[in-house]
């Protein structure tokens, strides 16, 4: 099978195309079409839920990554032994549905369009939500260290462990361990009040600037690397992103931070009211 051709980047909620491909899939049944507008579950980073919906007509139970070997062999979702995009495999979307299709038949493809739009919203504040936060964290910093776009030190990719994304959310939890003190991050006095203020206050401030986002897409296949722009009052900014986005900041509404410090684990959860 070659890669498939993925539309979600170009915001697309629907198509029709070609089924090339079934896989089994924990007893039900992983369908492979050459062109989808479904985002699947990442198995590297698995930020943003898969999309819901239909491949013709049947509903789509879950949507996963799928990964073909050089010698055919395909694997699913956390089975697959490689890095998103090694080269030399090919890197599907699989429809997983209870019902089987026919290879060859021409199905129609029809995403949630509200879920998706709810998912979009999450994972772009959930960008904006890491970008404020590393302003907000920079007089933290000993050492020189690694920027983000805006020209903060960049806590976020220093410090994330995971990230999940949901409707209007998303949750983001950093490791505040040795290594990060090693990279010369003090957690010393930290006042996580002030610190959610001062993001909360930069995200209003985005919000309102309404920014202009979007993807720059340098090939059609899934694992493309794909990265995410924000034109913000204080510059143009990107972050490698293989997720949906919504079009402009004023989409999101109010968007507003929580964090909570545990067993040196900082977790940020972000929420967009999407007015
Ligand atoms: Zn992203």
Redesign the pocket.
Known sequence: MNSTVVTFPDGHVSGRSEIVGAVPAGGRHGLVVAETPFHPLDHTWP??PADRGTIGGLPVADCVTGAQSGTGEIFLGPDIPVRRGTEGWAWLVVHVAETPLPVGSEVALEVDPGHRAALSAG?TA??LAALALNAALAGHWRKPAALDGLGHPDFDQSAITSSRISPFGSEDVYRLGKSLRKKGFSAEGLDLSQVASEVNDRLKAWVAADAAVWLDVPGPGLTARRT?HCALPEGETS?P???THVRGTAELGVVTVELALEDAALTMRTTSSCL
């Open positions: 930020d943003q994972h959930c960008h995410w972050i992103c293989g997720g």
